[in-house]
């Protein structure tokens, strides 16, 4: 199994800071198998990139993915009220599939 | 796109229960689709998928012989029929489209609680 780390695991920013999550995998994941999510409390999670670096459709262009490999970024250029959330990757293997424990970003 | 999950509940340890996931707007035929939990206050797991055509499936360990995805594709609706329950499989589940390779829609969750 793929086991995803995310660091850190609780992120303190301010709205307008530049906030950068991170998840390295136990194994190398092919670009294409790499997504990231953001959960609400009492929400289901929401798609925001997909294949390390694309944004899915409606999300704003201050959220960007990055990375290869083990290492992969969720970046966060300008920290608005309504991202502080919980940030989940998620990798899509060939037999199952892994999410990391998720990174909590609040408000310092 | 939505997806509207049904069937959670409290239920005792070994008990059974199956999940429903009624799906509209979209093809549904064409998507693999996947269930995922999440215990209280916990991340998210993915438990279970399923093809288009519900001709291969694929189970989390933790889930490996006690839980069936399925589907019917005539009446667009997602199963996953859990035996044997313990109180660890206690979560809100989800059912997810899957496009890209990466989960696109989810429903809203539905509660199983496993206790006695």
Redesign the interface.
Known sequence: ENVLTQSPGTLSSSPGERATLSCRASQSVSSNYLAWYQQKPGQAPRLLIYGASTRATGIPDRFSGSGSGTDFTLTISRLEPEDFAVYYCQQYGSSSITFGPGTKVDIK | VQLVESGGGIVQPGKSLRLSCAASGFTFTNYWM?W?RQAPGK????VS?INGDGSST?Y??SVQGRFTISRDNAKNTLYLQMNSLRAEDTAVY?CARIH?????D????TLVTVSS
């Not at chain 2, 991340?43 to 993915?46: A, F, H, I, P, R």
Request: charged residues 10%.
């Open positions: 996947h995922v991340g998210l797991v993915w998928r694929t989390a360990d989800y890209m390779l990466a989960a696109w989810w429903g809203q969750g």
